[in-house]
């Protein structure tokens, strides 16, 4: 239990075993309204990032109700790719100061209305509008998200169920490459229809999801450091009495040295989480950086232009070209699924470092193939599918890494710096180059483009060799320190506020 130490001008001290009871609970029905909860809207954003792409021609057509050039169609793409920086950047500070909670209500509100405002699109600067405000509502969920989901999830299964989570983005995309295949059909909607109606159904399952996440607590851990203690032994209490109910047993005690010492404050200042990547962890950002560059580019790079890479080389009909997509979504999401178990059990750096570098392995040798010759397109598809089940992977890792390395104070900003970073420096980049190398109507330029994939991918596993974490099976509390950590000795820890936590270097 939660009890008061000390009274101070700034707040006051208290002592904790709220985290240590929340990763001592077997898995139960009430992490499965997590995961449905919160975890269910990156099948949200594979479904908008596919569906925008698979409609593009069908905008550019006449009788659509819209008029836009095939040039405005990847501007289009290119506002919702910034709408997601941005809004990751504003709300992932509002989440660490205001909750997870508040945030991943708001976010998901913000998705729901742009996107059904998207479906009632006319001109361009609207759509553009649109898809802006429809990717800062995705930028944000990943930062509230993720944070919320990685705080509420047992320690020893942490890795499996993020990586599933984030994985779950392909469902998403397999989805939404079936779903406008009949929506694109003018004998079942009309030309001016179909593809609104697409929008409209994506909206339709954030409300879904909506009503299911109202159910989900605010993070018992921001809440014990922001002042809250009561409430937050009310609700780990509350899933406690949930879990024994369901298992008909007595939960394992939490011994006493598992109290944590927590200087309560209202607010964190920005410089202070700011000095912790730059001064505490610069290791640990320059790790962040790699894998989330390397993954953002041969990502944004093939996703966006699988389609017409077929198309241009491979001689698949626009009609054809979702269902290639719908298969490669399936492979992404294999790869964690599969994969998953053993970056809790086998190891974080093992398997980040050795998915990178099998995936740029892989993809190193399609670009050597397509530099001699033009494969059949199952051949080259087969690689592809190849490289991406390790990618999925290595990339759901990636957000996973820098959630947990990184103080709770901290944690949803991180997660949304870093993917902001990342896909502006490879997400936006990688389109553009292979575009351009596709325009050249040359296979063996394409070849180059991958063959710098695979670059940038070896470099994220690089940097996981050196500067990795062994997270696995361990708290958040034990990897990263967290800033609020009251600044004296914790009874029975053997560690002084100041000490690094043992197997978590910088």
Not at 147 to 161: C, F, K, T, W, Y
Not at 293 to 299: D, H, L, T
Not at 324 to 353: C, E, H, Q, W
Request: one cysteine or more.
């Amino acid at each position: 239990m939660a009890t008061e130490v000390t009274a101070t001008a700034e707040g006051k001290e208290i002592e904790t075993q709220v985290p240590a009871r929340l990763d001592r609970l077997p898995w139960a029905k009430w992490h499965w309204l997590v995961v449905i909860g919160l975890g269910t809207v990156w099948i949200l954003d594979g479904l908008e990032v596919t569906i925008i792409g698979s409609i593009g021609d069908r905008l550019t057509e006449g009788g659509s109700g819209i008029t836009l050039d095939a040039s405005q169609i990847g501007s289009a793409a290119a506002c919702y790719v910034a709408g997601a920086c941005v809004g990751a950047l504003f709300f992932g500070q509002l989440t660490d100061r205001f909750g997870r909670k508040k945030l991943f209500l708001v976010t998901l509100g913000l998705y729901i209305a742009a996107t059904v405002a998207t479906g009632f699109a006319w001109t361009a600067w609207y759509f553009f509008l649109c898809r802006f405000i429809t990717g800062m509502g995705i930028g944000g969920e990943y930062a509230a998200i993720n944070s919320a989901i990685d705080e509420l999830i047992p320690a020893r299964l942490r890795g499996r169920v993020d990586l599933i989570i984030n994985g779950s983005y392909w469902v998403g995309a397999a989805v939404g490459a079936l779903l406008t295949v009949p929506l694109l059909d003018t004998s079942i909607f009309a030309t001016d229809f179909g593809w609104r109606l697409a929008f409209l159904i994506g909206a339709v399952l954030g409300v879904g999801i909506l009503i299911v996440r109202r159910n989900v607590p605010e993070s018992p851990r921001w809440l014990f450091i922001h002042g809250h203690e009561d409430e937050a032994e009310k609700i780990v209490g509350e899933i406690e009495d949930e879990v024994r109910e369901e298992t008909g047993e007595e939960l394992e005690e939490v011994p006493d040295d598992a109290k944590l010492a927590i200087h309560q404050r209202a607010t964190i200042p920005f410089r202070e989480i700011a000095s912790v990547a730059i001064h505490k962890y610069p290791k640990r950002t320059i790790l962040g950086l790699s894998l989330f560059v390397g993954q953002a580019f041969i990502y944004n790079a093939v996703t966006f232009d699988l389609g017409t890479i077929l198309g241009e080389f491979f001689g698949i009909g626009s009609g054809q070209v979702p269902l290639y997509l719908a298969l490669f979504a399936a492979s992404n999401f294999l790869g964690p699924l599969t994969l998953g178990r053993l970056f809790d059990t086998v190891g974080r750096k093992t398997m980040i470092s050795l998915c990178y570098l099998t995936s740029a392995a892989l993809t190193a040798v399609l670009g050597i193939v397509l530099l001699s010759t033009t494969p059949s397109t199952w051949a080259f598809m087969g690689m592809v599918l190849a490289i991406f089940f390790f990618a999925s992977s290595g990339a759901s890792a990636a957000y996973l890494t820098v959630s947990e390395i990184f103080p709770m104070e901290s944690r949803a900003l991180s997660i949304a710096f870093f993917y902001a970073v990342g896909t502006a420096a490879g997400g936006i980049v990688g389109p553009l180059l292979f575009g351009e190398l596709i325009n050249t109507g040359e296979l063996e330029k394409v070849a180059l483009g991958f063959l710098l994939g695979a670059v940038v991918m070896a470099i994220g596993g690089i940097a996981e060799i050196l500067f990795g974490v062994d997270a696995e099976g361990k708290s958040l509390e034990s990897i990263a320190e967290p800033l609020s950590k009251a600044r004296r000795r914790v009874s029975g820890s053997g560690l002084n506020s100041g000490d690094e936590a043992p197997a978590a270097p910088v």
